[in-house]
């Protein structure tokens, strides 16, 4: 009999290394599981986390600390009216050594595993959450851009978005290769129905890309005079830093920049328009 307890005993200790049972507030049984608690860093390719705001991408270099971060995680019951809720969510993408891709969000209070959502322990789920928060202020980290990123304008205490045209883009797929995009946009005095004009008194602009770049390669405008007229003679503009100085009266404005493949694999260069007319300080 005392044999048959023992075995007993640890059968129970080895399931609850995989079940975890609780009760919950109305008295009712929950059984949660660690659906990662078996997984291996060896088994993961590469990684990346998404976080929905501020909408960037980062590449995982420490895969051993992203595995122990996955296998603390707890699940309980299935539940998708997580599409009800308001938050931030994070997203891993682990590309697998068996040529498979899961998805995994912490977006509390939910586990979403490859579009099922599932209820959560808390500390794991935050914990995941803060794990991602960390990776993205790292000022060494390793931001996946799949498309050229937006350039928006400050000025005059007020923000309006550029007009992305030509660009060159590098991006790198799932089997390590890389496949570029090539796409060919209008001249910026071909745009006149495309560009709206931002009036101001102020004299310089501001850019703020999502992304900075690298360098930028290249600042030019044409006077509103050359509508119409993609061979007319462009005229230099003074930069400083982001900073760029408007000429007076009305002008199109066109800035090329450049974003390095070196580390990512994501990455090259992008043509932005927009048009101005600076009124002069009243």
């Keep these: 009999m005392k044999k048959k307890a023992w ?3 640890l059968t129970g200790i080895l399931l609850l290394g995989t079940v975890i049972v609780v009760w919950s507030a109305w008295g009712h049984l929950i ?3 660690r659906p990662f ?3 291996d860093p ?4 590469s990684a990346t986390v998404r976080l929905t705001p501020p909408d960037k991408t980062i590449r995982i270099t420490d895969i051993e600390e992203l595995t122990g971060c996955l296998k603390d995680v707890v699940v309980y019951n299935k539940d998708n009216s997580y599409t009800e809720y308001a938050g931030q969510g994070v997203t891993f993408t682990l590309m697998l050594a068996d040529g498979k891709q899961a998805e995994v969000m912490a977006y509390h209070p939910f586990l979403v595993m490859d579009g099922v959502g599932y209820r959560t322990e808390y500390e794991p789920c935050e914990a995941l959450h803060a794990y991602a928060n960390r990776l993205l202020q790292d000022e060494n980290a390793i931001v996946i851009l799949e498309e050229p990123p937006q350039l928006t304008l400050l000025c005059d205490h007020t923000a309006f978005g550029a007009l992305r045209g030509t660009y060159s883009w590098q991006k790198r797929i799932s089997d390590g290769t890389s496949t570029a995009i090539e796409a060919d946009g209008a001249h910026p005095l071909d745009c006149k129905d495309r560009l709206l004009k931002f009036d101001t008194t102020e004299t310089t602009v501001t850019l703020d890309f999502k ?7 290249s600042v030019q405008c044409w006077s509103e005079d050359h509508w119409g007229n993609p061979d007319a003679d462009s005229e230099g503009v003074v930069m400083d830093g982001y900073e760029m100085e408007l000429k007076p009266g009305g002008y199109i404005y066109e800035i090329i920049a450049e974003w390095s ?4 694999g994501y990455g ?5 328009s927009f048009y101005v007319e600076a009124l002069g300080k009243r």
């Design 261 to 264: 493949t070196e580390e990512s």
């Design 31 to 33: 059984v949660g599981r």
């Design 7 to 9: 075995v007993a005993i």
């Design 37 to 39: 608690r078996n997984l």
């Design 268 to 272: 090259g260069r992008a043509h932005y």
């Design 42 to 45: 060896s088994e993961i390719l």
């Design 211 to 217: 992304e900075k770049p690298d360098a930028i390669l």
